[in-house]
């Protein structure tokens, strides 16, 4: 058993240097790292700044599509459980989505104009 092991983790250790010797570049080509544009030199810059509270507005969007696809669920297995418990466990759950959008809230997250 344990010489199965070492062997397995010799094979693995040298399988990943291999990978990563293999896998690097030579030299970086200043041409293949400049973006194209037809041939010329391009105008202006290809890292543009990127907004911060776009970002934070996916997010939030991402949490809340996903607290969806988690409720929608819950209606189909109501006549399947025990009401008691189906509703401790909705109220809990929109509970914490309900604090945290308060939280978002108060942080000013939600203000699109500032």
């Known amino acids: 058993?344990?010489?199965?092991?070492f062997i397995?983790?010799?094979?693995?250790?040298?399988?990943?240097?291999?990978?990563?010797?293999?896998?690097k570049k030579?030299?970086?080509?200043?041409?293949?790292?400049?973006?194209?544009?037809?041939?010329f030199d391009p105008k202006s810059s290809s890292r543009l700044p990127?907004?911060?509270?776009?970002?934070l507005i996916t997010i939030i969007f991402l949490i809340f599509d996903v607290e969806?696809?988690?409720i929608l669920p819950m209606i189909l297995i109501l006549p399947f459980s025990d009401i008691?418990?189906?509703a401790l466990t909705?109220?809990?759950f929109i509970l914490i989505l309900i604090i945290g959008l308060?939280?978002?809230?108060?942080?000013?997250?939600?203000?699109?104009?500032?």
């Open 90 to 92: 909705s109220i809990l």
């Open 68 to 70: 969806i696809a988690l």
């Open 84 to 86: 008691l418990m189906w």
């Open 50 to 55: 990127f907004s911060l509270r776009f970002f």
């Open 8 to 23: 397995i983790i010799i094979i693995t250790g040298i399988v990943m240097a291999l990978a990563s010797t293999l896998s």
């Open 102 to 114: 308060y939280h978002e809230w108060n942080q000013g997250m939600l203000n699109w104009s500032s």
């Open 1 to 5: 058993m344990t010489t199965m092991t």
């Open 26 to 39: 030579a030299t970086a080509d200043r041409e293949k790292c400049s973006p194209f544009e037809c041939g």
